[in-house]
């Protein structure tokens, strides 16, 4: 019984995936999830109690999981003396996309979920989310930078906020692109020399190694 509920599960989530693929989640049906997974409506209600419960559990723990990396290489970083940070800002920056790559490339599907078929959840800000708290950190490494007698060049509010946006909006797009992990990789490192480039020259640091 126990392995014929879990037979069951695994294919209502098969095939709720492929709708909200399909239709995105605000225009995938319930009642076509649950035909095709050949439920009764009230067998599919005591596994989940909605449509969002139903997405939610095809999201959530790697939405939640990408976000717990970003915030754990984020709280690493701002416990290093002040000195340290400067010296070590673009080693903690390229260590964290490397660990939220390996981990959206090992679970592409749940992440093409959030990225294309989210609208109408709590998931549809995903990226504009990761962005604000990028965008908090970096003006609080400004004022790191300040504080230590570096000069920088703070930019519009709303520039910067396009230019953060673009950057996660880029990196996603690459790694949810069908293609081999290994341009994948080359790509983001390319990606991450190119804006890594634009806040160094913002940030002064390419004068201060003339």
């Given at each position: 019984?126990?392995?014929?509920?879990?037979?069951?599960?695994?294919?209502?989530?098969?095939?709720?995936?492929?709708?909200?693929?399909?239709?995105?989640?605000?225009?995938?049906?319930?009642?076509?999830?649950?035909?095709?997974?050949?439920?009764?409506?009230?067998?599919?209600?005591?596994?989940?109690?909605?449509?969002?419960?139903?997405?939610?559990?095809?999201?959530?723990?790697?939405?939640?999981?990408?976000?717990?990396?970003?915030?754990?290489?984020?709280?690493?970083?701002?416990?290093?003396?002040?000195?340290?940070?400067?010296?070590?800002?673009?080693?903690?920056?390229?260590?964290?996309?490397?660990?939220?790559?390996?981990?959206?490339?090992?679970?592409?599907?749940?992440?093409?979920?959030?990225?294309?078929?989210?609208?109408?959840?709590?998931?549809?800000?995903?990226?504009?989310?990761?962005?604000?708290?990028?965008?908090?950190?970096?003006?609080?490494?400004?004022?790191?930078?300040?504080?230590?007698?570096?000069?920088?060049?703070?930019?519009?509010?709303?520039?910067?906020?396009?230019?953060?946006?673009?950057?996660?909006?880029?990196?996603?797009?690459?790694i949810l692109r069908d293609i081999p992990k290994?341009?994948?990789?080359?790509?983001?490192?390319?990606?991450?020399?190119?804006?890594?480039?634009?806040?160094?020259?913002?940030?002064?640091?390419?004068?201060?190694?003339?």
């Amino acid at each position: 019984m126990e392995q014929e509920e879990h037979n069951t599960l695994k294919t209502i989530l098969s095939v709720a995936e492929e709708e909200f693929l399909q239709k995105g989640y605000r225009d995938a049906s319930l009642r076509t999830i649950v035909k095709k997974a050949g439920v009764t409506t009230g067998a599919f209600y005591g596994y989940f109690k909605s449509k969002e419960e139903l997405f939610d559990a095809l999201v959530k723990e790697h939405y939640d999981y990408i976000n717990c990396i970003y915030d754990d290489i984020l709280h690493e970083f701002e416990k290093l003396p002040p000195e340290e940070q400067k010296l070590r800002m673009e080693d903690y920056s390229s260590a964290g996309l490397k660990k939220m790559f390996d981990y959206i490339w090992d679970h592409k599907i749940p992440f093409y979920l959030i990225s294309k078929s989210a609208g109408g959840t709590k998931y549809e800000n995903f990226l504009q989310n990761i962005t604000q708290k990028d965008i908090a950190s970096t003006e609080a490494f400004y004022d790191v930078l300040e504080k230590q007698g570096t000069k920088v060049e703070r930019i519009d509010p709303m520039i910067e906020q396009l230019v953060i946006l673009s950057t996660f909006t880029s990196f996603f797009t690459l790694i949810l692109r069908d293609i081999p992990k290994e341009d994948a990789q080359r790509g983001l490192e390319q990606m991450f020399r190119f804006y890594r480039g634009g806040w160094n020259s913002l940030m002064h640091f390419s004068d201060e190694k003339k």
